[in-house]
Each structure stands twice: as C-alpha cells, then as structure tokens.
C-alpha cells in the first residue's frame, strides 16, 4: 500500500532529475578556477588551484640559468617574470600543458635573488619562492660599466658575448679563460670556464642564430702546434658537439652551410700556416690556401679571419709581416693585399697604414674595418678604409680612438645602426662608438686581460635548446 510519504519521495526525485545545471567555462580555455568551487587554501596544496606548486632548481652546470617547474590544473598559455632591480622581466610566453611542467629562465645574473611569478591566461596571478642563482668563481674578473647611453647604442643589442682571461698580465704560460655574457649593465649572466687552460678567443653566434660557438685552443696552452685544439657547438643549457680543429691558434669562422674555416698551423707548421676548412660531418680537413703561395718572406703567423660570402673569399690577416691579404676560396689566388709586406697597396694617408693589426671584417658598405695600433703605439685605435682596387689605395675614411692601449689582440664591428663595436684586446676595455665618435657604452674588466672577438646579442632565448 502506497504512502503519502512514498508520493513525496516520488516527486523530489523526478524535481532533481528536471533541474538544468548552470553553465560553466570551458576549462580547457581558461585554467583559472571557478571562484565558487576555490577552497581558498593554498595553491601549494588546493587541488583545485589553475596552478600549483610551484619550485625552482638551478642549472647543473651554469646557476645562473634556472628552471621553474609547477603543476597545471588544464592546458594554456603561462606568462613567466621575475623581478631584476624592480622591473619585471617576462621569457616566452609558455604553452602549459595539464600536470607538470617546467621552463627554462635565462637573463638573471649570478649571485642574485629574484622573485617571480606566474600569470594564467586569465589573469590569475601565481608567486613562486625566491630565485637565488649561484655564485660565479672568485676568480673572474667583474667588469665596470665606466658609461653608458642607451639612446646610443644599438637597439637590441642587450647582451655582449665574449672571451677573456681570468688573470692579469701574462698570458703565455697558461691561463684560465672564459667564454661569457654579460648584460649592458656589466652583470654577468652566463659564462664557461675553457677546460685545462686551454684558450678561446673567438666566440660567436652560429650562423643559424640557435647557438654559440666557441674555441678550445692547445696552441699557446700546450704547444703543440694546435694538434688538439677544437671548437665546441653549444646551447647555453647544454653542449651540442665538439669539432676537431686541428692547427687552430687564433680566429676561425663558420660559413653559410656550417663548414667551419681556420688558418691552421697544423697544415703547414708555425709561422707557415694554411688556410683550411671542415664542412659539417666531414672527416678530413681541405686545405683551401697556403702561405707559401704568397711568397711571404716574415712567414704567416695569423691574427684575423673574415669570409666574404658575396665574392666567397677571405681576407687574412698576419702579425707576422702586419699585412692583409684577400684570397679567392675556390681558386687559392691572392686577390690584392696591404701593410708591411711589399708589392701591396698604399694609404692615403701614408700615416693611416695599419700595424699589429687585428679583428679585421668588411662593413656592409664595403668599407674595410681593422682594429690597430696607432702610429706610437700608444693607443688601439680602430681604421676604417675605402678599398680603391683601381689605384690599388686603402684611403682611410674614419677612425676612432678608445684613448687605451691594448699590446696584444682586438677586434672591431660595424653594427647595424652604424655604431662600431671596438674590443680593446689586452687592455680589457670593450667600447661602443657612434659614428660621431660618442662613445655609447664602456666596459672595463680591470688590468691587462687579453679579450677576444666580441659580438652583441638581442635575445637569449633564441641561443637555449629546443
């Protein structure tokens, strides 16, 4: 017999059957919780959190580089900051996935504390605990921003990679080098220290833009004619591969199609060097120019490389007999040449003949950029030439002087907004100039450090692995 209790049970349960639930939001657009379900704990432990524990942990090898890692309640977009001097700074924006994830900050300086913080895209804001990125050895040498004018100097070029040795003074019987960056205020954000004393010289950015390249050299450290020495392809997080250079004792470059080019004294023996190629996988070396074909009685001691893509050639450069001269890669004939060694061209003025000369490049106008000593040797200043093939005359057309002496090494870049970028080899001093002869940005590493090739860098980001 049915109740009248029975009929009211009844008619609830058809009542919640016939109730429409409200709308909610996609989840998968929008990982941020609705406000209604949030337990208001904290984000460490609320499951229902858009994010959650969020950690940090530095980079195995180089701690200034860090991993931010936390957990994800639903799939997109993550803006990442942390906070350097008060200002926020952002990486790449992150497409977060549902559980763990985990990115790569690059940019914070060693021996830092910074805060940072995650945004959803919908705005929810997430705080991390404080970065503390590790120390940098005692032993390098922490530069000074003698000046700076950021209306000057080139737009984007926020970071400087180079090369120098840690101690100062002599550099012949066996320092320590490093490869590093640093920002435009000075602060050291990431830095290599080249294995067994060896040297590196000539760092650089790849020709794709992905990468770094830097030298291991066992000339000046071992002696060994540069039997061993080699140029490492590097992520700024981790080591892509280690190519055989052997004969390799100053510059090198890399070309279009990734062969990599050097004068080597392998190839030919000190003061006779050759110039020689590896392309990308190749076993053997091919030797593309020898000294001997120029006849130069000081010999070839080289001090300077620069390819030439639109005529694929390369002009040498020699401290030996303080020449330049330009060769044709595909039929090793000597195109033209200047300096000391007789048979080349002129100057006009004859004073503005260069001498010690190094980091040698052509501009984009043509120009002929070298970075020499002075006719005192007082100063290295930086010459640059119009190259008249006709009256075979290097006529110069500006020059800038840093008012510093640097014995030993330099090099000199025209960027692209016209400014040269003047590294003052020995004298550890790298100096930005405009074409007015400002001076833009001047960085002082202290004492008499030998500094390699010097290159501005716009993002870091692009130089991390995939």
């Known amino acids: 017999m049915e109740t009248p209790r029975h009929h009211f049970l009844i008619f609830f349960s058809l009542l919640a059957a016939c109730t429409v639930a409200e709308p909610v939001e996609n989840p998968v657009d929008n990982p941020v919780d609705n406000p209604d379900t949030d337990t208001g704990e904290d984000t460490d432990t609320d499951p229902n959190a858009a994010a959650r524990q969020l950690d940090w942990r530095l980079h195995d090898d180089h701690e200034s580089l860090v991993y931010v890692s936390w957990l994800q309640k639903a799939a997109g977009e993550i803006t990442i900051e942390y906070n350097l001097d008060g200002q926020w700074v952002s990486i790449p924006t992150h497409d977060g996935v549902e559980g763990e994830n ?7 300086p060693y021996d830092t504390d910074a805060d940072w913080r995650l945004t959803t895209s919908g705005g929810e804001v997430f705080d991390g605990d404080t970065i503390t990125t590790g120390d940098l050895s005692s032993g390098f040498p922490l530069p000074t921003v003698v000046s700076g004018d950021s209306g000057k100097w080139l737009p984007g070029g926020s970071y400087y990679l180079g090369s120098l040795t840690e101690s100062d003074g002599n550099y012949w019987d066996g320092r320590d080098f490093w490869t ?20 590196t010289l000539f760092a650089q ?23 061993a020495s080699t140029v490492h392809r590097t992520y700024l997080d981790a080591e892509i591969e280690v190519i055989g250079t052997p004969g390799l004792q100053h510059s090198f470059n890399e070309l279009p199609d990734g062969t990599l080019a050097w004068m080597s004294s392998y190839h030919g023996g000190s003061y006779n060097e050759s110039l020689v190629e590896r392309a990308p996988g190749a076993t053997d070396v091919e030797v593309v120019w020898a000294c001997g074909s120029w006849g130069a009685r000081d010999g070839c001691a080289s001090n300077g490389q620069f390819y030439v893509a639109d005529t694929d050639s390369y002009l040498l450069s020699f401290y030996s007999n303080e020449s330049i001269v330009e060769v044709s890669r595909s039929t090793g004939e000597n195109l033209w040449w200047a300096g000391a060694r007789r048979g080349g061209y002129s100057f006009d003025p004859p004073s503005a003949q260069f001498a010690w000369q190094h980091g040698i490049s052509y501009t984009d106008a043509g120009t002929l950029l070298v970075s020499t000593h002075n006719e005192n040797s007082t100063s290295t200043i930086v010459r640059e030439y119009a190259v008249d093939h006709k009256e075979r005359t290097l006529t110069e057309v500006w020059s800038f002087d840093p008012e510093i002496f640097g014995a030993y090494n330099g090099d000199a870049w025209r960027l692209d907004n016209g400014n040269t970028l003047h590294t003052v080899g020995s004298a550890g001093r790298v100096k930005e100039a405009t074409a007015d002869g400002e001076v833009a940005w001047d960085v002082n590493f202290g004492g008499h450090r030998l500094m390699g090739r010097g290159e501005l860098i716009a993002d870091l980001y692009s130089l991390v692995s995939p």
């Open 205 to 227: 950015v790849s020709v794709s833009g992905d990468h770094i390249l830097w030298d291991e050299q066992t000339f000046w450290s071992d002696y060994d004619n540069g039997a």
């Open 180 to 199: 590093f960056i640093i920002d435009r205020e000075g602060r050291v954000v990431w830095a290599n220290l080249t294995p067994s004393q060896n040297w």
């Open 102 to 108: 985990e990115a790569l900050v690059v940019g914070i």
